[in-house]
Structure formats: structure tokens, C-alpha cells
């Protein structure tokens, strides 16, 4: 169970920083042990809260990129120069320091092993951080379940896990994936220049042998509405496409930019 305070809230608690790992120029992954930890289910976030001497205070919400079997919860954070809480993950805290976090949360955008598959992942940027924990919990509990990650980044040096993702892609028979950039002709010739198109879908999901039983697409809002738009297009069973999404109003600038990036 999920401790509770009196209020019937998931309860705050002190989660000591074991270990600090740089996954891309601008992104880090900080792991942490909670001291009461029940579990989670691939897919779910915790809340971070943050006080300021004065009293203020700052929470917010990050998926949880590590697997449930890991003995580490870890949280993967992208520094936003007029964030309030990630820049005082990549510039303040150090090993050993306690983050105040609650969780796990969230019972929708979760997979497990009875929930069977074919799995499309969707990410875009920051996004394929639950999708990544979904991966490596398939890869421990369901490896013969096919899966496939279509990953969108601007630059090949902002892949988060890129590393882990090729392996995983040489070294599974059921997973696959596709990786296209954005902004740059990528060097690693597994990665595809462009955006995420009706082509690429098209061979993901032949790759499948068909529509996914499962689909999960994670990122700013602009990404995941057109995403979907374009799954749907494609074929993609709509009672199959879970959404899980972060950032101000759709119609707005995502990152900065006005036009979204699939």
C-alpha cells in the first residue's frame, strides 16, 4: 500500500541521492532511495517539493524512468533556464543530500505484464522518460512481447539514454527502434532525419505485424496532440492510445518554439 497522511494524501518523505548521472548536456538523472517505498508500476511519476529558507515552496511532478525491479527510483530532470526546481537539481544538490517526494502516482499511463502487447512507445524529447521505464520492465518481466519505441529529438546529442537505447535495440529480438532528429543530419546511422511521419509509422507498424494492442505517447502537449492525430491517421486503434503530456496550452510556443516538432 501507498502510506497515506491523515488527510488521506500520499504522504511527503525524505528520499536520500545516492548517485547523480549526466545523460545529455542539458538533462541528469538523479536516483534516489526512499525510505518507505512499496513499489510502483511502470509508467507512473512522484512529486518532488522543494522549501526555501523563507518558507516557500516549489513541487512538481517527474516521471520515473528506472524499472520497478531497480533498487533505485530515478528521477531523469532537464534543466530549464526559468524553471523554478530543475536548475536547483543540476547546479545545488550533491550526492547524499535528502529530496522531500511522494508517490507513486498515477493509474493510467502504466503497463504490465498481463496487459500483453504489441507496445508502440511515442516520446518526443523529455517525453520517452516513462516510456523508458516501461522498456526496461518489459525487458525484465515480458521480453518476448514485441515493442517499439519511435523517439523525436532536435539534436542526436539530446537522445536521452542513447546509449542504452542502441544496445537494447542490438540486443533484444522484440524491441525495435526508431529514432528521428529534427534539426540535424544525425552522424549514428540508426537515427532518421526529419519528423515523425506517416512513412515512419507505417514501417513501425509493419514492424509490429499489425496495430499495437497498446499505445503510449508522452511529451509537450503540441507533440502529443499531433502524434496522436497521426497515429489515428495511420490506423492506430483509438481505444488503444494512452497520452501522458506536460506543459502549458497546446496552442502556445512548446519550448520555445512555435511550431511543434513530431
Given amino acids: 500500500m501507498v502510506e497515506a497522511d491523515p488527510g488521506g494524501r500520499i504522504a511527503w518523505q525524505e528520499a536520500m541521492l545516492s548517485r547523480i548521472v549526466e545523460d545529455t548536456p542539458s538533462v541528469k538523472s538523479f536516483f534516489l532511495k526512499p525510505p518507505r517505498w512499496t513499489g510502483f508500476t511502470a509508467g507512473q511519476h512522484v512529486d518532488v517539493r522543494l ?18 525491479e531497480a533498487p533505485e527510483v530515478e528521477l531523469v530532470i532537464e534543466r530549464l533556464d526559468n524553471g523554478e526546481v530543475s536548475p536547483f537539481f543540476h547546479e545545488v544538490v550533491v550526492t547524499g543530500d535528502t529530496i522531500e517526494m511522494r508517490g507513486p502516482i498515477g493509474g493510467h499511463f502504466n503497463w504490465r505484464k498481463q496487459d500483453g502487447g504489441p507496445v508502440l512507445l511515442v516520446g518526443g524529447g523529455s517525453g520517452v522518460v516513462p516510456l523508458m521505464s516501461i522498456i526496461r520492465h518489459r525487458a525484465n518481466v515480458a521480453p518476448d512481447i514485441p515493442a517499439t519505441l519511435v523517439y523525436s529529438s532536435r539534436y542526436s546529442a539530446d537522445v536521452i539514454f542513447r546509449d542504452e537505447l542502441i544496445a537494447r535495440a542490438e540486443s533484444e529480438p522484440a524491441f525495435n527502434l526508431a529514432v528521428t532528429v529534427t534539426r540535424e543530419t544525425p552522424a549514428e546511422k540508426r537515427f532518421r532525419s526529419g519528423r515523425i511521419d506517416g512513412e515512419l509509422v507505417a514501417d513501425v507498424l509493419a ?20 502524434a496522436s492525430r497521426l497515429l489515428l491517421d495511420m490506423g492506430v486503434p483509438f481505444e488503444s492510445i494512452r497520452t501522458e503530456r506536460f506543459g502549458g496550452d497546446p496552442a502556445r510556443e512548446v519550448a520555445g518554439e512555435p511550431v511543434p516538432e513530431v
Avoid at 51 to 68: C, E, F, L, V, W
Avoid at 207 to 226: I, M, Q, S
Fill in 51 to 68: 522549501t526555501a529558507p523563507d518558507g516557500y515552496q516549489a513541487q512538481r511532478s517527474y516521471s520515473i524512468g528506472s524499472a520497478p
Fill in 207 to 226: 514492424g509490429l505485424g499489425g496495430p499495437p494492442r497498446h499505445t503510449y505517447v508522452c511529451g509537450a502537449n503540441a507533440f502529443v496532440d499531433v
